[in-house]
């Protein structure tokens, strides 16, 4: 009985292709669920919080204002450019952290997009002052990191439950708890000492930690569950 000739493995000269082709640090970071589910969206809402930036430094130069100065009244042009950025920044303070959370999860973006406008004000003022600026700021954006975790929760699991499903990755759950943490420390403290004036333009944010608090109670219940059954 005639053997047949020995086929060759078309395998052995195949080239290996990775499973996962390898990222470079900045793909990783828009790949990160720190920051979004789809990259694109991120880079979209890096890209808007540098033009935001920009915005309030713009609007600082043209007033020609030095480091801690006061800036003064240029005329009807300059005013108007000034409201402007001013409504502008408000409204990225009051809904960009929120809006972000529910188009692309990421809840360290989330959190930065409260806090730029106040970052770009204080650092070129070169203080730093627990004021209802920042109050706000960390109540906002603590309550978009925390939403972004649930969206980015729903998105990874498919269950409208994500608490139930499984442990969020380490690095959001970590990020998001100190975040919570450290905002809930900083505005007590800021209420403790603030002007009654100060305290009353606060309070209609606080709404804001309902969100915060709804998604903290039911990680943490969900988690207390889970370590009675085992």
Request: positive net charge.
């Amino acid at each position: 009985m005639s053997k047949r000739p020995a086929q060759p493995d078309s395998t052995a000269d195949e080239e290996f292709v990775p499973d996962v082709e390898p990222r470079g640090w900045g793909q990783s970071v828009v790949h990160h669920p720190l920051f979004g589910v789809h990259p694109r969206r991120t880079v979209a809402a890096v890209a808007t919080i540098v033009g935001l930036a920009a915005l309030n430094l713009a609007s600082l130069y043209v007033s020609g204002a030095g480091p801690g100065e006061r800036v003064q009244s240029l005329g009807p042009a300059f005013d108007s450019f000034t409201a402007f950025v001013i409504v502008v920044s408000l409204l990225v303070v009051a809904v960009g952290p929120l809006a972000y959370a529910c188009w692309n999860g990421g809840p360290a973006l989330s959190f930065v997009f409260a806090l730029v406008p106040w970052l770009v004000g204080e650092t070129l003022a070169f203080r730093w002052v627990l004021d209802v600026d920042l109050a706000v700021s960390l109540t906002t954006g603590v309550a978009g990191a925390a939403l972004a975790l649930v969206v980015g929760e729903i998105r990874r699991t498919g269950s409208m439950r994500p608490w139930r499903a499984r442990s969020p990755p380490t690095p959001v759950a970590l990020f998001v708890g100190c975040a919570t943490v450290g905002s809930f420390a900083l505005v007590g403290r800021f209420l403790a000492s603030a002007p009654g004036g100060q305290t009353d333009a606060y309070l209609p944010f606080a709404v804001y930690w309902v969100v915060t608090l709804a998604v903290a109670g039911a990680y943490v219940a969900s988690w207390a569950n889970r370590r009675r059954s085992r």
